[in-house]
């Protein structure tokens, strides 16, 4: 166990390190992409260019400026934006990582619960017609961009009937779960809703197909032997086997979602999160604020990675010694 | 009634709705088994052996699936019986041992956990006595060091190993009837014949045992009775003793002359039945066998009803030949088969002699 962790923890800095280069190397590197001729504006003329690159420390070596960099982000933790001269990248993570954690960890949560229903559901009736019924609303709910989706819940939530059926409906925002846990639902529940509809219907379709396998292997057949009710045959046997491959698309979409990919979410609600910052800050080609934020999803990527393979092993005795 | 079998069943049909129409894979089926007995069930792939087999426990659950019939367990017709109580008859009464060891266990559970299950499915005893009686099944069928194997996962056990927890599995609930799909047929030699000295001690302890397999070699160890299939019919049935010294039908004719003897005259060539088996979707209207037979001739069109042999009512065949003659009809089908295989042989000698020579070989092997 102890060898594992530590296997995991090298490979995640290793892929962490990889990231921060690449990140650096694509704004700095890239030919014809200046960081200066983007914070001195438009048409500055070449003393300002220079002033503004020796202010920066752009005119310094590559690696010495990737190092102090990463000096300034991980050992001083006083990285200051480019944009906003004095706005320090880490308080701005740490101020939005609540934010996206909140909005993905609810949505996970129904999410997983309404797909692992859904999907269940439609294998156990596979032959009526609530099956390919249940399928359509999946197809649907697969179809339906955040973007869109979220705006219509909104015009519909704080315009059209936010007098009569939607009174209670906060206007959009995020409030802490520690300032206020019951707005803080509030505020989340409809951003909830529309992040989770799409994966809902992916994990819905995807368990179904495992299910249906399943209910055709034949450990079913020996459970159906044994004399098993067909319920425990169905959830201790059929579904328990088919969640392994579930669980493992989880851990990335969720790594994924938590780093920053709930973006359309965020923006069309109003919410602050890390998928927010780092747009905001692509838009300027605010370089220390994406490093921050690439990094701190790539975490969250790798995290969420290791924590699925210890998930996985608990969930397949077979994926153990391997 | 001392005499009353314990399973009886009584023209069993099977259908499926396939998109070419409907196919018949058991026709008509009718045996049973006394208590303490054991049947052995031989015919070649498709001849409806395992279909009726899982049609008698209702295990077919595609909803393309038609059966008819009457099966009788101890006085009770499992086909109208509600599902609750087909369960308690299920792995409780009758128990059954599926052919591939490797996929028949639930891959994310102990073994002793799936003993446990199905002990715990049956009678009200705790987590901890049911694991306690998973251990001495375990040990029963000749796990060693079964107090710490019974943690193993499937994946951690060898093939015939998994084969015996699936049987200890079936013991569980010391059914009355035990019905093994090809127990033996997924595994080594070697272990065969253990698994098979199992099945014997367990019919020793009173079970009665139903055993499918294309091995005549296993039937003719352990069976008391044989049932011979063909199409999804019965071809022949009678006391094993019988069938295998006296043999009515064609189809056993054939069955029988293909299994290569370990004394007496080695032929040159095993023969074997010509054509191949008969399709459940073009079953003919007469006998099933006919257009594979030798001997058939025009009545054969008309379907064979079973009868008994004379003088033996309890061996009995469905074939349109004349019944007292069969001795020397099977003779001279078994010179047709002989010399139609040697012939094939002569023609293709000349062009493959590389290939004669590996017949050779494999002739000499055993």
């Known amino acids: ?3 594992f962790a530590a296997r995991r923890f090298l490979s995640a800095l290793l892929v962490m390190f990889a990231i921060s280069v ?25 003393a300002t260019l220079a002033q503004v690159r020796h202010a920066f420390g752009l005119d310094r070596p590559m690696p010495v400026r990737y190092l102090l960099m990463m000096k300034h982000l991980l050992v001083d933790r006083d990285l200051e934006s480019f944009v906003n001269r004095g706005a320090r990248v880490i308080p701005q993570i740490v101020q939005a990582a609540p934010v996206t954690l909140s909005l993905v960890v609810g949505a996970a949560i129904l999410w997983m ?21 249940i399928m359509l609303v999946g197809v649907v709910g697969v179809s339906l961009p955040a973007y869109w989706l979220g705006e219509v819940v909104n015009l519909i939530t704080q315009k059209q009937l936010h007098g009569t059926v939607f009174s209670w409906v906060p206007p959009p925002g995020y409030v802490g779960l520690s300032q206020n846990p019951g707005e803080w639902a509030l505020h989340l529940l409809f951003p909830w809703l529309t992040l989770s509809v799409l994966y809902a219907g ?7 197909g495992e299910v249906v396998t399943a209910l055709n292997e034949d450990y079913v057949r020996t459970a159906r032997a044994k004399g098993l009710s067909e319920r425990r045959i169905l959830v201790r046997h059929a579904l328990r086997c088919s969640l392994i491959p579930i669980v493992s698309l989880f851990g990335l979409d969720f790594g994924a979602l938590v780093g920053g990919a709930a973006l359309l979410t965020e923006v069309v609600f109003g919410l602050p999160g890390i998928g927010k910052l780092t747009f905001d800050a692509l838009q300027n080609l605010d370089l220390p604020v994406i490093m921050g934020t690439v990094l701190y999803a790539a975490f969250f990527v790798v995290l969420a990675n290791a924590l699925v393979d210890i998930l996985y092993a608990r969930l397949d005795p077979r994926a153990r010694h391997a | 009634m001392p005499d009353q079998p314990l399973l009886d069943v009584t023209d069993l049909r099977v259908s499926f709705r396939t998109r070419r129409g409907r196919v018949t894979a058991v026709d008509g089926l009718s045996f049973s088994v006394a208590p303490g007995e054991v049947l052995g069930v ?35 017709d499992l086909l109208s019986l509600p599902d609750k109580q087909m ?28 003993i446990a299950e199905q002990i715990r499915a049956h009678e009200p005893v705790s987590r901890k006595e049911a694991h306690a009686r998973a251990v001495e099944l375990l040990s ?63 019919n020793a302890r009173g079970s009665a045992v139903v055993l499918i397999t294309h091995d005549m070699g296993v039937v003719s160890e352990i069976a008391d009775r044989v049932l011979v299939m063909y199409g999804g019919r019965v071809a022949e049935e009678g006391p094993r003793q019988a069938v295998f010294h006296v043999p009515r039908h064609p189809y056993t004719w054939g069955l029988l002359d293909s299994v290569p003897r370990v004394g007496g005259t080695r032929l040159r060539r095993l023969p074997t039945i010509a054509g191949v088996p008969v399709s459940p979707d073009s079953l003919p209207e007469g006998c099933a066998f006919a257009p594979r037979c030798r001997l058939r001739h025009e009545r054969c069109d008309e379907r064979p009803e079973l009868s008994a042999a004379p003088g033996t009512p309890a061996h009995r065949d469905a074939c349109r030949l004349p019944a007292d003659d069969r001795t020397s009809l099977r003779l001279t089908a078994r010179a047709a088969a002989t ?23 494999r002739e000499a092997a055993p």
């Not at chain 2, 792939?45 to 099966?71: D, F, H, I, Q, W």
């Not at chain 2, 009464?93 to 996929?103: G, H, L, N, S, Y």
């Not at chain 2, 190993?161 to 200890?168: F, S």
């Open chain 1, 1 to 3: 166990m102890l060898y």
């Open chain 1, 22 to 46: 690449l990140v650096f190397l694509i704004f700095f590197a890239t030919p014809g992409v200046d960081p200066a001729a983007r914070i001195a504006g438009r048409n500055a003329d070449p």
């Open chain 1, 113 to 133: 619960a309404v797909g692992i229903l859904m999907g269940t559901a439609a294998a156990t009736m596979r032959g009526t017609a609530v099956d390919p019924l």
């Open chain 1, 202 to 208: 992916i994990y819905a379709r995807l368990l179904r």
């Open chain 2, 42 to 76: 031989v015919g070649e792939s498709g001849s409806g052996k395992s279909v009726s087999m899982l049609a008698v426990l209702r295990l077919l659950t595609n909803p393309n699936v038609t059966v008819s019939g009457e099966v009788l367990f101890r006085g009770r």
């Open chain 2, 87 to 114: 369960r308690a008859i299920r792995g409780r009464e009758i128990a059954m041992v599926f052919q591939d060891p490797m996929t028949a266990l639930t891959p994310v559970y102990t073994v002793g956990w799936q």
């Open chain 2, 140 to 202: 029963d069928v000749g796990i060693p060091d079964a107090a710490s194997r019974v943690n193993a996962y499937p994946h951690e056990f060898s093939g015939g190993m998994r084969q015996r927890a699936v049987i200890a599995m079936a013991l569980a609930c010391s059914p009355a009837l035990l019905i093994a799909d090809e127990p033996t047929t997924a595994l080594d030699v070697t272990i065969q014949a253990q698994i098979l000295d199992l099945m014997r001690e367990l």
């Open chain 2, 339 to 361: 010399g139609a295989a040697a012939a094939e042989h002569a023609g293709r000698a000349s062009k493959a002699e590389r290939a004669d020579k590996a017949d050779v070989e």
